[in-house]
């Protein structure tokens, strides 16, 4: 993400010295945001399959902010289409998959089903004339984002991932703003540590099949990797090296606990971990973090929680020659749903590259198949 420092420091007294005013009043305003935006007059059309994940609700959130119309959702099991129509009362429940798909007023289609299923079915999505949105992984294989590229190419339909640590996390919105701005000069590395917490009662058994999942970093490093990428600036990137392994959960022997990895970027360098090791201590799942060095200054991101005391999350701490700042970001808008809805509309890429969704994915693929194997303990 290299850019001149021509005006950065108006930029930066803009963003930065306003930041106390903005943690009086930021999550009324986003608030007050969001609901204005939902009043707009829809502009699409979109309908959801595939329910499997709780992310499916954060994913509709975006689009209808952004100017969509829910029309229908489909998924087989009835607990999970009990939950969503509650939560959305005005889509209609189909009869199947095939309706949705018959459906030509529908212009783009929403999936967070079992890891697996998501490639198969937004390939389908595709080839009969609507834009996909997953969640990520948007793929288990490197043959599913083979075939994935290949269609998205033949169709020029919109295949996007939903990475939401970036997309729909203020805090690392307002860091690529920042970094755009040049306030810490050019990217050299990036950090991202994205632990979770195992509860393995809540978790439905798929959850625990390798060929569901895909693997831990398929799965939850595809975040970090998308970050990697759009911090450094990076369109060509290799895995230098990664690991996995299962190292305290033998009853669950296709499972994988913790993962990282070591990237190389035509802009930069990045190291990814991943875990499930978060203490039941801890306020939240996961003290998700980013770290963005630079040459004149770093950022890093607490995403949702501040162990030092602050409350609530999505801080942003940023070091430069000159002093240390936290940032209360709470205010700053997620433009991910609205420029989706726009790209439906105009064909255009300015909610993500479309080569940037497949590498993402291809960096997550490529760093679990080649991971060497951590003993258990």
Excluded at 340 to 366: C, G, I, K, S
Aim: glycine content about 8%; charged content about 25%; proline content about 5%.
């Amino acid at each position: 993400m290299k850019t001149s420092r021509r005006d950065r420091r108006e930029f930066l007294k803009s963003s930065l010295t306003t930041a106390a005013a903005m943690s009086l009043s930021s999550s009324s305003r986003a608030r007050a945001q969001e609901t204005r935006k939902q009043q707009l007059p829809p502009r699409i059309r979109f309908a959801a399959i595939g329910l499997n994940h709780a992310h499916i609700y954060g994913q509709v959130d975006a689009v209808i902010r952004g100017g969509g119309e829910l029309v229908s959702f489909f998924a087989k099991e009835p607990d999970l289409t009990a939950a969503f129509a509650k939560r959305f009362p005005t889509a209609r429940l189909a009869r199947s998959e095939r309706e949705i798909l018959d459906d030509r007023s529908i212009q783009l289609v929403a999936s967070a089903s079992i890891p697996n299923e998501r490639a198969p079915l937004g390939i389908e999505v595709m080839r009969r004339g609507k834009d996909f949105m997953s969640d990520k992984p948007g793929m288990t294989t490197l043959e599913q984002l083979a075939e994935a590229r290949r269609v998205q190419a033949e169709t020029k339909r919109i295949y996007s991932i939903l990475y939401s640590e970036r997309h729909e996390n203020r805090a690392t919105v307002k860091a690529g703003e920042l970094v755009k701005a040049g306030a810490i000069g050019d990217v050299i590395q990036t950090v991202g540590l994205g632990p979770h917490r195992m509860v393995p009662k809540t978790r439905p058994e798929w959850f625990f099949k390798h060929a569901c999942f895909g693997g831990i970093l398929c799965d939850i490093a595809s975040h970090q990797f998308d970050q990697f990428l759009f911090f450094t600036g990076s369109t060509q990137a290799e895995v230098v090296a990664s690991q996995v392994g299962n190292v305290h959960h033998p009853q669950y022997p296709e499972f994988e606990d913790f993962g990282d990895v070591m990237i190389r970027g035509d802009g930069g360098t990045g190291y990814v971990r991943v875990d499930w090791f978060t203490p039941d201590g801890l306020s939240t799942w996961g003290d998700g973090r980013l770290t963005i060095l630079g040459t004149d200054g770093f950022i890093e991101i607490r995403k949702y929680l501040d162990i030092a005391g602050r409350p609530g999350g999505d801080h942003l701490f940023l070091v430069d020659q000159k002093e240390t700042r936290h940032v209360d970001c709470s205010g700053t808008p997620m433009p991910y749903g609205e420029r989706l809805v726009d790209d439906v509309l105009n064909r255009t890429e300015t909610a993500m590259p479309q080569a940037h969704v497949f590498l993402a994915m291809e960096l997550a693929l490529l760093a679990q198949q080649r991971a060497q194997q951590l003993p258990g303990r």
